[in-house]
Structure formats: C-alpha cells, structure tokens
C-alpha cells in the first residue's frame, strides 16, 4: 500500500513539474519576457532604458515615455531615435547622459521631450523604435503605443516642461 501511495506521489509531483514549467528552469521562455504594459527595458552598452512605451496623441502623434540611465563612466549622448523610420523631435537636441544621471522622457520630473510626428498609430500596437548612442552603439526595440487615458492622461507636448 505504501509502495503504491510514494509510486503515485512521484508521478504527480512530476506532472505538476511538466505542467507549471518549473522544470524549464532559469531559460524558460515565458520567463524571459521583459515586455508589460508598463513600457520595454533593456540595455544599449552602458545605457539602461526604462519602462519605454509612447503615448498616442489625438492629431496622430506620439509622445515618448520612459527613463534611459547611463551606468557608464564617462558622458553618453542620443544620438538618434527614429519610430516606423520617423524621426523623432527631441527637446533638448541631442540630449547627453551624464554618468547616473537619469533622462526622463514625460511625467512631473522630465528633463527631455521626444515627439513622433505624423505616427498615425493606434493604441495597442507595436512599433519599431531604433535608438542611438554615441559610445554604446543602437538598438531596435519592439514598443507599445498606449492611448492618452488613465496613467497618461496627462502625457502630451502640453503637459511635459523640458529643461
């Protein structure tokens, strides 16, 4: 009986392993996904990007939002940053990443104001963004466009006061 009872324990215990992923271990896909509704991270060199999305305005738009930090040791610069191919109209231009020095793109403490003319993007969508550094190089990233509500109610060329 108590033979039976531990045989049919292990097969469950090993089903419930098979069946929640667990034995995927720390590569498992679904594990990986860094992409939420709160915006893309990711790393550029010594630049780290922060909960990047852009916002859909109502002449067609797009105002971007999200944080870009540089861990490295000497001054970055933006050098470009182009969504669907458009170029992005950055205020101050050609902002520089003082080392740990946050550049924040929309919100109450903006220090910098990225707007994509003409996107004509409905929320819910990705677009592409290719962003650019002097020193850590580019990346293309994948980046949801949120509509103008809730949260981001108030994320717009009106709203934002770049230094």
Sequence with gaps: MQRKFSARLTVLIAMLLLV???????NAPTRLIKQVTDGVEKTVGDIKLVHILLVAQADGSAIL????????AQ??????????GIPASVTPIAPVLAPNTPLIFAGETANALAVIPNLNVKAGKHVTMQIG???SGSETLEVLVRDRS???????????SAS
């Design 150 to 160: 809730g949260e981001f109610a108030d994320v717009g060329p009106d709203v934002i």
């Design 20 to 26: 929640t992923g667990c034995g995927a271990g720390p």
């Design 75 to 84: 001054a970055e610069q933006l050098t470009a940053l182009y969504v669907n």
């Design 133 to 135: 550094f002097n020193r």
């Design 65 to 72: 939002v999200g944080t870009m930090i540089n861990d490295g």
